[in-house]
């Protein structure tokens, strides 16, 4: 099974694929067939997944401009794949400075202050 969760614009995702044994076996012999494209700069190795995680958790707040954490948590738990790592990238915003944190009745509000 296979979950993705995030936003198409401003409209919320969140769908599940079910595959066979048979369906995963396809779309890795897909995968690795697939050509790399020519303008692939780095071998996967090389990325820093973590500074991109974290970047695209920041643009997703400022993009949003405010959310509630709840709201926050999940779509962070959707970017990042797993709940434990969702929770990382929230503890974190909540310590940065370009986000201010305050409390929203059963959630805090986090508002993003940076550029």
Do not use: C, F
Request: proline share 5%; aromatic share 4%.
């Amino acid at each position: 099974m296979l979950r993705i969760r995030g936003t198409v614009g401003d409209l919320p995702v969140d769908l599940t694929l079910e595959l066979d044994d048979g369906d995963w076996a396809r779309l890795g012999a897909q995968l690795q067939a697939a050509p790399v494209p020519a303008t692939a700069a780095a071998p996967v190795a090389a990325v820093k997944p973590n500074a991109d995680l974290w970047q695209n958790a920041q643009d997703l707040l400022r993009k949003a401009g405010q959310l509630n954490g709840l709201e926050l948590l999940d779509q962070l738990e959707g970017l990042a794949g797993d709940a434990s790592a969702g929770k990382r990238l929230l503890v974190r915003l909540r310590h940065s400075a370009q986000v201010k944190v305050s409390s929203g009745g059963d959630t805090p509000l986090y508002t993003w202050m940076g550029d």
